[in-house]
């Protein structure tokens, strides 16, 4: 399959400025609804089934207005066809809307559809598929198409994956008319904490928060050895706390510290790679985290207080391992830092009250507010610092401004949640969860290390094309009952699946976020996959010390919880340079297996082994130092590229 075939596949609809009275008209009612959300999620109690009726409703005829058919549609004017399509979206909503008492008081799959519920329900599920496919591409409606079509026709299969006979009207009804299909917890995920969030996100970058992310990772590694990879490391994970989505954040930071990286001497594909290595964290990385995050809440039941504070150490590690990797590398490719960077103090007097937003957020959330009230209270926070200089002050437009615009960024993760909705609901028909599970068995055995690794590539292979929050969602539903069975903490398998659909928008070979990241760095999509896998390939094992450890996650007595975390990063210290193979010299195959061998001892939870390991790693150290300015330990001289 060549790349340009890939390409195009993935490719969505053309993102549209409408001209004309479309135009005119598209800000305000895009102001309104985020108005809209606001009150109904704060203030005013709203029954959740309706509000997720109009929500979607509305979202949709967006989509058909703001995205185009194909990447060659017109960027300007909107098609009758379109809005007609988006006319339509809107009067199904209407009809859901109007019916939903009678919808919700019905008993499912007892209650006959009539004629109209059946074209409504229909076009809803039609609307929502062609909507993921202008927004998010074809990758994920292939697998909700691949899924559907199992619903539908999985009863003639022979075997275990066969399934009991489902007519089109059980099918639509499971799907439309309950909360475990289009309108489950994907979609009021989206409507409540991404769509909140996502406001607080935009405030902060409008007001000159993301500039001040920036300028601060600048003052802190812009002239050590590497300066500007370690500047996008830094800066997109800053950025990442705020988006929470690996290519939002290459898109954002990545225009800038992309070229910065080629000028000063990384190739292209390994400045986009870095990029996209960097980008990828912010979806794991507190106090906002990503979708799936706030996904992982509503499906668990576990508070998302709970589940920001377990992901700090596996957060930190995953950029530790990042940074580690760069400045090795940097050092092996000899790049120096930068020499013209803003001071660190004139950063922080410039911007560092933007720091007062994270800490809202984060206490907060220590107080117990719900995420909802958590993202409101930060965007207050936000509008309140900004108000304290002209030059960031917001005035009426702007605010108009930033409330349209919030609007418009959440549309893909939208179709993105409903058509992941369509998924799960399907699966609650057939029970294929309970059937994948019984295959991991068959694959695994009782075996919790390698139903751990059926279950990462899995949710790799689940991440070809797909958006992160859909990619966890299926993973969450097909592959956790299988980690639970075998006695992993109910915290640490949706973690573990969480991580993994984060790395897997940066896993080739089709790596969205290296797709986003090509047209920046005039690199293939591939390479800058396989470059960011392999500067950040110690991040991968991460997630397994935590499942077999949970003091990583800050779970346990103090004690535990600190020697769990000392042990963990210096086996992440020992991996790094068992990959790069170098500590200002190359170290060798001898020194190079000798740092394997301590990281994977100190990952692991026994002591003895921990102890052993920790001699090793001594002992290579010393090694190294001793022969350090001669020859590399094992005989190596030359630098490993």
Request: overall charge positive; aromatic content about 10%.
């Amino acid at each position: 399959m060549s790349l340009t075939f890939v390409g195009k596949l993935l490719s969505t609809g053309a993102r549209r400025a409408p001209d004309g009275l479309v135009g005119r008209l598209l800000k305000p009612f895009s102001a309104l609804i985020a108005l809209g959300i606001v009150w109904v999620t704060t203030v005013q109690i709203v029954q959740i089934y309706a509000m997720t009726i109009v929500f979607l409703g509305l979202m949709l005829a967006l989509v058909f207005l703001t995205t185009g058919v194909t990447v060659s549609s017109s960027r300007t004017r909107v098609p009758p066809w379109d809005l007609m399509l988006a006319v339509a979206s809107i009067g199904i909503a209407a009809y859901f809307w109007y019916h939903n008492e009678r919808i919700i008081t019905r008993i499912t799959l007892l209650d006959e559809l009539s004629v109209w519920d059946v074209v409504c329900g229909s076009g809803l599920m039609l609307a929502v598929l062609e909507a993921t496919r202008r927004t998010v591409g074809a990758g994920l409606t292939s697998v909700v198409l691949l899924f559907l079509a199992y619903n539908l026709w999985g009863d003639a299969l022979p075997g275990v994956l066969g399934h009991g006979v489902i007519d089109y009207r059980h099918f639509l009804d499971v799907l439309a008319f309950t909360t475990d299909g289009i309108f489950g917890a994907p979609i009021r995920v989206a409507l409540t904490y991404v769509f909140l969030f996502g406001l607080f996100g935009t405030f902060l970058s409008r007001t000159g928060g993301g500039d001040f992310f920036f300028d601060a990772a600048a003052a802190v590694s812009g002239k050590s050895p590497g300066g500007p990879a370690k500047i996008a490391v830094v800066s997109s994970g800053l950025y990442g706390t705020i988006s929470g989505s690996p290519t939002a954040d290459v898109v954002t930071t990545g225009s800038v510290t992309i070229p910065m990286m080629k000028k000063l001497g990384y190739s292209p594909a390994l400045a986009g790679g870095i990029e996209v290595a960097a980008s990828t964290g912010g979806s794991i990385l507190p106090p906002v985290m990503g979708s799936a995050a706030f996904i992982m809440a509503e499906f668990t039941g576990i508070r998302y207080a709970e589940i920001a504070v377990a992901a700090i150490v596996p957060a930190f590690l995953y950029y530790f391992c990042v940074y580690l990797q760069v400045h090795l590398r940097s050092i092996k490719l000899g790049i120096t830092g930068l020499q013209d960077v803003p001071g660190f103090l004139d950063t922080m007097r410039r911007g560092g009250m933007f720091l007062v937003p994270l800490l809202a957020l984060v206490i907060a959330l220590l107080i117990g507010y719900s995420p909802n009230f958590v993202a409101v209270f930060g965007t207050l926070a936000v509008i309140a610092v900004a108000m304290l200089k002209r030059e960031t002050r917001l005035g009426l437009k702007s605010l108009y401004e930033i409330l349209a615009e919030s609007t418009l960024r959440v549309v893909p993760v939208v179709a993105a949640c409903a058509a992941a909705g369509l998924v799960v609901g399907g699966l609650s028909m057939t029970g294929l969860g309970a059937k994948v599970t019984e295959l991991i068995f068959i694959l695994a055995g009782a075996d919790v290390f390698l139903s751990l690794v059926v279950a990462a590539a899995i949710t790799l292979l689940l991440g070809m094309g797909m958006p992160t929050p859909s990619v966890y969602i299926l993973a969450a539903v097909l592959i956790a009952p299988a980690l639970t069975q075998l006695g992993v903490s109910l915290m640490a398998a949706h973690l573990f699946l969480v991580y993994y659909a984060s790395l897997s928008a940066m896993t080739p070979p089709i790596a969205v976020a290296a797709f986003a990241a090509a047209p920046i760095a005039l690199a293939n999509p591939l390479a800058i996959g396989l470059a960011a896998v392999r500067i950040s390939i110690t991040a991968f094992v991460v997630p397994f010390a935590f499942v077999y450890n949970n003091g990583i996650l800050l779970s346990g007595n103090a004690w535990h919880v600190v020697f769990a975390c000392i042990a963990v990063t210096a086996a992440v210290g020992c991996l790094c340079l068992a990959a790069e193979g170098f500590w200002k010299h190359p170290i060798g195959t001898a020194g190079r297996l000798l740092f394997l061998v301590a990281g994977v001892g100190l990952m692991t939870p026994s002591l003895a082994l921990q102890g052993g390991a920790s001699v090793i790693a001594v002992v290579a150290l010393m090694a190294l130092r001793r022969r350090q300015g001669s020859v590399a330990l094992g005989a190596e001289g030359t630098l490993p590229r």
